[in-house]
């Protein structure tokens, strides 16, 4: 099988995992919302969000900890693959205790004394801040299995262990309803079993698949060193992240209310289902980046990265469109009553991972060269920012929405920051990179979102016209990106591609 095959069957794949869970989703958070009323969901999404400050840990590790499969797979080591995958499984089992410790002093110190929570519902706020402890720590033991899936590109497996998933947040949904116990602490213990259910298939499946992933102690004390430093790096990349969405959040709770936060939640849900889209495809591309850069096919790798950039920005633009511009009558169709500051907070949010969604390739990159320690100091010190200058605009009396304006701005300065980086490090050419993706990007947006914005002011506002202008939307973006996105031999790719889907649906139709 090309590379180029299994990059778009592993797409394909996670495509259909992602569908899968966004239908399920937005169905969910309807109907828990309704549930919850916005306060207690509120409640929910800041308390959780203490939790997930921690995730940087888990998220770091992964990424680190596939770098370095994908790195021997490259190679062709298995021997060594077995050493990476049992020194890494250690290193994420202390790590998982340090969070634990964490959370239980630190995080549980800030929940009870700076988060404004009504006083009624603190009890509930203690249990839901447990359970996610909890779900997090199953999350954090799977790590290393879950970054060996993706450096062996099995990525049907998530396609599958989708529907369970699915399925139980339809459960939970159900028994919501169902008992009349205090719904708020109900919903965070059924999240949990959902987690704890989801991971031991994750961990089941490698054990019995991959032979490198049998536990047993193995301790290299250079090698352990090495992967220990890289993944610290990119905790401190990982952690910017996290604390950009989370300390934002705790900072509108300081000088709003949780009905604030409740908007914010709803923009962080819409955002995160449709930037999974490009995530996805970053996901099929990664090991591909990485193994090529092993192989000391450094030429290929690049090419992967440009394109990578360019398709990613695709992905994410064909949803982000139509969405900005019809948001207000997908979130009423959605929610029927949308937080207050619900629609401005989802298009700013959707803007923001729009412009950061050309970074990721850039980012496995830069962990293929194996030299992040400039990269992630100087890009995350730049995305540290996000926090006093949103403290300072809300100290100063600037409305909510200020926070992703703030956001925006600088996650541009930061993706200019990561192209300058990864040139000396992977010496490609920045003239190239502006002629291949950059300038393809631009056009597309300028020329798809002028036809769609006046199609915007011309259709009246209905159910009918809504539908219509978001399907006429996702045509514009699609016809642009195919004459002038796509270079000559993407397009013929392409169309030797529909063809071929043409021939084989015509030869099932004549049998």
């Known amino acids: 099988m090309s590379n180029t095959t299994r990059i778009a069957k592993n797409t394909i794949f996670l495509y259909f995992r992602q569908i899968l869970i966004m239908l399920v989703s937005l169905y969910t958070v309807r109907v828990v919302l309704n549930v919850l009323g916005a306060e207690d969901y509120g409640i929910y999404n800041v308390v959780a969000g203490v939790v997930t400050m921690f995730s940087f840990l888990s998220g770091a590790m992964a990424s680190a900890s596939q770098r370095y499969f994908s790195f021997d797979l490259g190679k062709k080591d298995l021997n060594h693959l077995k050493i990476t995958f049992n020194i890494t499984f250690e290193i994420y089992l202390l790590l998982g205790i340090l969070i634990v410790i964490l959370a239980e002093s630190f995080g549980l110190y800030f929940v009870h004394k700076k988060l404004v929570i009504p006083?009624?519902?603190?009890?509930?706020?203690?249990?839901?801040?447990?359970?996610?402890?909890?779900?997090?720590?199953?999350?954090?033991?799977?790590?290393?299995?879950?970054?060996?899936?993706?450096?062996?590109?099995?990525?049907?497996?998530?396609?599958?262990?989708?529907?369970?998933?699915?399925?139980?947040?339809?459960?939970?949904?159900?028994?919501?309803?169902?008992?009349?116990?205090?719904?708020?602490?109900?919903?965070?213990?059924?999240l949990m079993l959902t987690s704890v259910i989801t991971t031991s298939i994750y961990l089941l499946f490698c054990k019995i698949k991959y032979s490198e992933c049998k536990i047993k102690f193995v301790w290299d004390k250079n090698y352990a060193k090495e992967i220990f430093s890289?993944?610290?790096?990119?905790?401190?990349?990982?952690?910017?992240?996290?604390?950009?969405?989370?300390?934002?959040?705790?900072?509108?709770?300081?000088?709003?209310?949780?009905?604030?936060?409740?908007?914010?939640?709803?923009?962080?849900?819409?955002?995160?289902?449709?930037?999974?889209?490009?995530?996805?495809?970053?996901?099929?591309?990664?090991?591909?980046?990485?193994?090529?850069?092993?192989?000391?096919?450094?030429?290929?790798?690049?090419?992967?990265?440009?394109?990578?950039?360019?398709?990613?920005?695709?992905?994410?633009?064909?949803?982000?469109?139509?969405?900005?511009?019809?948001?207000?009558?997908?979130?009423?169709?959605?929610?029927?009553?949308?937080?207050?500051?619900?629609?401005?907070?989802?298009?700013?949010?959707?803007?923001?991972?729009?412009?950061?969604?050309?970074s990721y390739p850039i980012m496995t990159l830069a962990q293929a060269t194996g030299k992040v320690?400039?990269?992630?100091?100087?890009?995350?010190?730049?995305?540290?920012?996000?926090?006093?200058?949103?403290?300072?605009?809300?100290?100063?009396g600037?409305?909510?929405?200020?926070?992703f304006v703030v956001a925006i701005f600088i996650c541009i300065l930061a993706l200019l920051t990561r192209i300058i980086i990864c040139k000396n490090l992977a010496k490609f050419s920045i003239r190239l990179f502006i002629k291949k993706v950059f300038f393809r990007c631009a056009l597309v947006s300028v020329l798809s979102f002028s036809f769609s914005f006046l199609i915007y002011k011309i259709f009246p506002k209905s159910l009918i016209f809504m539908i219509l202008k978001i399907i006429l939307d996702i045509l514009f973006v699609a016809l642009f990106v195919f004459l002038f996105g796509l270079e000559k031999t993407e397009r013929k790719a392409a169309m030797e591609f529909l063809k071929k889907g043409y021939k084989n649906k015509w030869k099932i139709k004549k049998r």
């Open 373 to 396: 320690k400039v990269y992630q100091s100087v890009v995350g010190g730049i995305l540290l920012l996000n926090l006093p200058f949103s403290w300072i605009c809300l100290a100063f």
């Open 398 to 403: 600037f409305p909510a929405f200020s926070v």
């Open 119 to 190: 006083a009624e519902r603190i009890f509930a706020a203690k249990w839901i801040y447990q359970f996610s402890i909890v779900s997090f720590v199953f999350s954090v033991l799977s790590g290393p299995f879950m970054a060996d899936i993706i450096a062996h590109e099995d990525m049907n497996i998530y396609a599958y262990v989708s529907i369970v998933e699915a399925v139980l947040k339809l459960v939970i949904v159900f028994f919501l309803k169902l008992f009349e116990i205090d719904k708020l602490i109900l919903y965070g213990f059924l």
């Open 230 to 358: 890289f993944t610290l790096w990119n905790m401190f990349g990982a952690s910017v992240g996290v604390f950009k969405n989370q300390l934002t959040n705790i900072l509108l709770n300081q000088y709003f209310n949780p009905i604030v936060n409740a908007a914010k939640g709803i923009a962080s849900n819409v955002n995160s289902a449709v930037s999974s889209f490009s995530h996805n495809f970053s996901s099929a591309l990664k090991p591909q980046i990485i193994k090529s850069w092993a192989s000391e096919n450094k030429t290929e790798s690049i090419y992967w990265t440009f394109r990578g950039c360019k398709f990613t920005y695709f992905l994410m633009w064909i949803f982000t469109l139509p969405l900005v511009l019809e948001m207000e009558g997908v979130l009423t169709l959605w929610l029927k009553n949308p937080p207050e500051n619900a629609i401005l907070f989802t298009q700013l949010a959707l803007i923001d991972c729009l412009i950061e969604s050309v």
